[in-house]
């Protein structure tokens, strides 16, 4: 299992740095394009929520990081839940966006949604940190109020785009119509159309995520014996705490406090006494150690 969570911990620490590089180097296109290419100031790129998604990917990115490089060194790769609440809000601001070229710009000017820079920023670049999102193993299940959480730079972005380009319009200082909202239907309902795209979007995603934990905890406790004993599983916690002690230090030292709690409810014993056995293999591991 220790094994398991180090690949896990390498495929992470690859991942986000790959990814890192790709999402950086989108951002820097986008800029690019806007001062260089149409003369604008470098702020302009933000009204572009292509730009906005990609921000906040290599924000999530580069968190995971450094938990990946100590889930390396401890055997243990776990992020906390904010972090892979902010994976998840990047990954479905970077997919509303290709979903929407895909459905709308694609069909209306194919040059502009895929077109030089368009093809790696609308879209490989959005495809490749989505599976990047779905090898990182979080081991956290999406609940709906994530998928609504997942909605909310998106939703912000609309509410401000419909004031700027419809309340305000272009020729006032708003923004240009750069989605095409008001060309193809109205624009308010244009505007929750997209919402309702960014809405199932998050639903989908947390959907496969959720999969993929479900199937990868099964592979995880696979290895597991159906008939282990009580002293057994004792014994198990307390090999678990000598292996996660050597060489981490009192400050390294983790509880595995999922692997017990997992241990512990399919064969039915008492957590509390893992818990102590796997604290005394600790102790007997960093003597060792010594």
């Given at each position: 299992?220790?094994?398991?969570?180090?690949?896990?911990?390498?495929?992470?620490l690859g991942n986000?740095?790959?990814?890192?590089i790709?999402?950086f180097y989108?951002?820097?296109?986008?800029?690019n394009i806007?001062v260089?290419e149409?003369?604008?100031?470098?702020?302009?790129?933000y009204?572009y929520?292509t730009?906005?998604s990609?921000?906040?990917a290599?924000l999530?990115?580069?968190?995971?990081?450094?938990?990946?490089?100590e889930?390396?060194?401890k055997?243990?790769?776990i992020?906390p839940h904010?972090?892979?609440?902010l994976?998840?809000?990047?990954v479905?601001?970077?997919?509303v966006?290709?979903?929407?070229?895909?459905?709308?710009?694609s069909w209306a000017?194919?040059?502009r949604a895929y077109?030089?820079p368009?093809?790696?920023?609308?879209l490989i670049?959005p495809?490749l940190?989505?599976?990047?999102?779905?090898q990182?193993e979080?081991g956290?299940?999406y609940?709906l109020?994530?998928c609504?959480?997942?909605?909310?730079?998106?939703?912000i972005?609309?509410?401000v785009?419909?004031?700027?380009?419809?309340?305000i319009?272009?020729?006032?200082?708003?923004?240009?119509?750069?989605?095409?909202?008001?060309?193809?239907?109205?624009?308010l309902i244009?505007?929750?159309?997209?919402l309702v795209?960014?809405?199932?979007?998050s639903l989908?995603?947390?959907?496969?995520?959720?999969?993929l934990?479900?199937k990868?905890n099964?592979?995880?406790?696979?290895?597991w014996?159906?008939d282990?004993?009580?002293?057994?599983?004792?014994?198990?916690?307390?090999?678990?705490?000598?292996?996660?002690?050597?060489g981490?230090?009192k400050?390294?030292a983790?509880i595995?406090?999922?692997i017990?709690?997992?241990?512990a409810?399919r064969?039915?014993v008492?957590l509390s006494d893992?818990?102590k056995s796997?604290?005394?293999?600790?102790?007997?591991?960093?003597?060792?150690?010594r």
């Amino acid at each position: 299992m220790t094994g398991l969570m180090t690949r896990h911990s390498i495929i992470a620490l690859g991942n986000g740095i790959f990814e890192l590089i790709l999402v950086f180097y989108a951002i820097i296109m986008g800029l690019n394009i806007t001062v260089v290419e149409m003369g604008k100031h470098i702020f302009m790129s933000y009204i572009y929520f292509t730009m906005i998604s990609n921000t906040v990917a290599a924000l999530a990115v580069a968190f995971v990081i450094p938990y990946a490089v100590e889930g390396i060194r401890k055997k243990r790769f776990i992020l906390p839940h904010w972090i892979s609440i902010l994976f998840f809000v990047a990954v479905n601001s970077i997919s509303v966006v290709m979903v929407i070229i895909m459905a709308f710009m694609s069909w209306a000017d194919p040059e502009r949604a895929y077109g030089g820079p368009g093809l790696f920023t609308h879209l490989i670049c959005p495809l490749l940190v989505i599976v990047s999102f779905f090898q990182i193993e979080s081991g956290y299940k999406y609940k709906l109020r994530d998928c609504l959480m997942a909605c909310v730079p998106f939703t912000i972005y609309v509410i401000v785009y419909f004031i700027m380009v419809v309340i305000i319009g272009e020729d006032n200082g708003g923004w240009p119509d750069i989605y095409g909202i008001t060309g193809i239907m109205p624009p308010l309902i244009s505007s929750v159309i997209l919402l309702v795209i960014a809405l199932v979007t998050s639903l989908l995603i947390s959907r496969i995520s959720n999969f993929l934990t479900e199937k990868r905890n099964d592979k995880l406790f696979l290895y597991w014996n159906k008939d282990v004993q009580p002293v057994e599983a004792s014994i198990e916690a307390y090999g678990l705490g000598t292996m996660m002690a050597r060489g981490m230090g009192k400050e390294g030292a983790q509880i595995p406090y999922d692997i017990l709690e997992e241990l512990a409810k399919r064969y039915d014993v008492n957590l509390s006494d893992l818990l102590k056995s796997f604290v005394k293999g600790l102790e007997v591991g960093m003597e060792e150690d010594r």
